[in-house]
């Protein structure tokens, strides 16, 4: 692996489609997090040490470390330096074995301000089939909860409904177009979902209740707050750990 200084070179992954060396170096710190290798509150190598260690530039190296602040896994402090703030799961690594985690989390990203302005318009503009769309994807994932079923392709369909309501054929494209990418962040978090407590499992799908009480109550500012939050939490929980 090689970098030069503002590299914004592409490497391949595991047959995947190619990630900026950024997302390999975030990879590899999250990889190492997990395995203990950075134990938890320790405080992480040097910039020219991890540029030494992963081949690659220093900008580079400041870029992924900026986004490992962003997600939480990290922390800066002052003339110290960073050191490791959270220890995800080794089963998210398995769950994202071919795409970058760090795209997964900037899709979260996007998805907490897209999503959440659809379902204000949903809450503004539905009418009754789109209701009824609505809360029937909302019974097939507590279908699943009950059954013990991953309910991925459930999710999907649940924020899908919630775009086909907002009338607005853009939303509907955006959210189509960006299905493949948002089915590998719910399969990871769902997946994790299954190792947690049932109590935990049941606050998940609580988020999706009141996503759907804010949009039938047509109270807008409630249903964009209801599915920020939601997406946030998913984002967080992806990196949740010992």
């Known amino acids: 692996m090689s970098g030069t200084d503002g590299d914004a070179g592409l490497l391949p992954r595991d047959g995947g489609p190619p990630a900026r060396l950024s997302e390999v170096v975030y990879d590899g710190i999250v990889s190492l997090i997990a ?52 220890r995800p799961d080794l089963a998210v690594l398995r769950f994202a074995q071919v795409r970058s985690l760090a795209d997964v989390q900037r899709c979260f990203e996007f998805r907490a301000g897209f999503e959440g302005v659809a379902a204000a318009l949903a809450a503004e503009r539905w009418e009754a089939e789109d209701l009824r769309e609505i809360e029937d994807a909302l019974e097939a994932l507590e279908a699943c909860l009950g059954n013990g079923e991953l309910g991925a392709d459930e999710d999907r369909r649940f924020h899908e409904a919630v775009a086909r309501a907002t009338r607005n054929p853009y ?47 047509r109270d807008a500012a409630a249903a964009t707050e209801a599915m920020r939050r939601h997406i946030l939490n998913a984002r967080q929980r992806m990196f949740e750990g010992v």
């Open 171 to 217: 939303h509907i494209a955006v959210q189509s177009s960006l299905a493949s990418h948002i089915a590998v962040g719910m399969n990871i978090t769902r997946h994790l979902s299954r190792m947690r407590t049932p109590e935990r499992i049941r606050a998940v799908q609580d988020e999706h209740v009141a996503i759907v009480a804010a949009i039938r109550r």
């Open 35 to 86: 395995h203990g290798d950075f134990a938890m509150n320790s405080r992480l190598p040097s910039e020219s040490e991890l540029s030494a260690r992963f081949g690659a530039s220093r900008p580079v190296v400041r870029e992924a470390l900026g986004r490992l602040r962003q997600d939480g896994l990290i922390v800066s402090r002052q003339g110290s330096g960073s050191y490791v703030r959270q």
